[in-house]
């Protein structure tokens, strides 16, 4: 199984230069490891979190941020089963980040105290999907 749990040079990259200057969703799905694995001599490296309690962490020192820059989660959800696509991939965490814009997205990955903090999401998650969504109207059908 390919683990996905940092965007590669080429992602990022693509990221960047899409339009900046309007708000972003960013659609997250999350798998979380049995045992979390912190780098050797991080002080919980010897502490057997679960990626569930390490990705708590992350959300504690990197909530503030987030929220700081005018980011919110505007939905959050269980989930159930997947419909359509590869029946194996099941996510512990699905939600939806809303950023102001993209520079606040950006401005959040390189403050010094997210670097910092993001240790406890690259210990927690076995794999997961980041897929930006910029917002359009909604209502009545699927057209």
Request: proline letters at 5%; aromatic letters at 12%.
């Amino acid at each position: 199984m390919t683990r996905y749990i940092d965007p590669d040079r080429a992602q990022f990259e693509a990221f960047k230069n899409l339009d900046r200057d309007h708000p972003i969703e960013m659609l997250n799905l999350v798998r979380f490891k049995d045992t979390a694995t912190y780098p050797e001599g991080h002080s919980l490296a010897d502490q057997k979190l679960s990626g569930a309690e390490a990705y708590a962490n992350y959300g504690a020192e990197s909530g503030p941020i987030f929220a700081n820059l005018g980011g919110k989660i505007t939905w959050r959800g269980g989930f159930e089963t997947t419909l359509i696509g590869p029946g194996d991939e099941v996510w512990d965490q699905v939600f939806v980040a809303r950023y102001p814009d993209a520079h606040a997205f950006l401005a959040m990955v390189s403050d010094p105290n997210y670097q910092k903090a993001v240790v406890h999401r690259q210990a927690a998650v076995e794999t997961s999907r980041l897929i930006r969504c910029g917002a359009t109207e909604t209502g009545g059908t699927f057209g």
